[in-house]
């Protein structure tokens, strides 16, 4: 979308379809790994068809493998006030990555001012469990890992691996170093009662 304001245009960018993340009901996530090779960061959705198109759609946009980053996946952990323990998994665009990729296509980002559309999950977890701190060994050790829808019936977990989305970048953060300027304030700022 974009609008005109003064001299800049403002484009409301970003990898997050509202109104398809409403309907496909976003409720956890999963760390699948077989130790042998990059580990699946799997989010958990209720509703299977809103949950492919979401993925369809990032296929359409970055392809299997996201090489330009501009999917942004921060994981936050701490303790935040009000919050269960666990840890919260923050999706948005990342500027810093979609700005480069515009100046190697060789477009103009100089009149140019984005607003970013995201979506965040607190992940309730009990206290000593182990999950996020694997995943994130497992990142490291192979430098990469796997986005991919998985839906979550009454039957049990269905990983759609068709859809995967392959990516090198993850931020992993902890709450006390995160400042009002951060982009992953939104994800821990008090909430008004």
Same mark, same amino acid.
């Given at each position: 979308?974009?609008?005109?304001?003064?001299?800049?245009?403002?484009?409301?960018?970003?990898?997050?379809?509202?109104?398809?993340?409403?309907?496909?009901?976003?409720?956890?996530?999963?760390?699948?790994?077989?130790?042998?090779?990059?580990?699946? /960061?799997? /989010?958990?959705?209720?509703?299977?068809?809103?949950?492919?198109?979401?993925?369809?759609?990032? $296929?359409?946009?970055?392809?299997?493998?996201?090489?330009?980053?501009?999917? *942004?996946?921060?994981?936050?952990?701490?303790?935040?006030?009000?919050?269960?323990?666990?840890?919260?998994?923050?999706?948005?665009? $990342?500027?810093?990555?979609?700005?480069?990729?515009?100046?190697?296509?060789? /477009?103009?980002?100089?009149?140019?001012?984005?607003?970013?559309?995201?979506?965040?999950?607190?992940?309730?977890?009990?206290?000593?469990?182990?999950?996020?701190?694997?995943?994130?060994? &497992?990142?490291? *050790?192979? /430098?990469?890992?796997?986005?991919?829808?998985?839906?979550?019936?009454?039957?049990?977990? &269905?990983?759609?691996?068709?859809?995967?989305?392959?990516?090198?970048?993850?931020?992993?953060?902890?709450?006390?170093?995160?400042?009002?300027?951060?982009?992953?304030?939104?994800?821990?700022?008090?909430?008004? $009662?």
């Amino acid at each position: 979308m974009r609008k005109r304001m003064s001299d800049k245009v403002m484009y409301i960018t970003g990898v997050i379809d509202t109104e398809l993340w409403d309907k496909a009901k976003w409720l956890g996530t999963a760390i699948l790994s077989d130790k042998k090779s990059a580990p699946y /960061l799997g /989010l958990l959705f209720t509703n299977r068809d809103a949950a492919i198109k979401i993925f369809e759609q990032w $296929n359409k946009d970055f392809g299997h493998r996201d090489i330009y980053e501009e999917m *942004r996946v921060s994981v936050i952990e701490g303790d935040i006030q009000g919050q269960e323990h666990g840890y919260t998994i923050h999706i948005t665009t $990342n500027q810093e990555n979609l700005i480069s990729k515009y100046k190697k296509l060789n /477009l103009s980002t100089d009149e140019i001012s984005f607003a970013i559309i995201s979506r965040y999950r607190r992940m309730p977890t009990a206290v000593g469990n182990r999950n996020m701190a694997n995943f994130r060994e &497992e990142v490291e *050790r192979f /430098l990469s890992y796997k986005i991919i829808p998985v839906y979550m019936s009454e039957s049990g977990l &269905e990983p759609l691996f068709d859809y995967e989305i392959e990516k090198t970048e993850i931020f992993f953060r902890q709450v006390d170093e995160i400042t009002e300027q951060d982009i992953d304030y939104a994800c821990i700022k008090p909430r008004d $009662n």
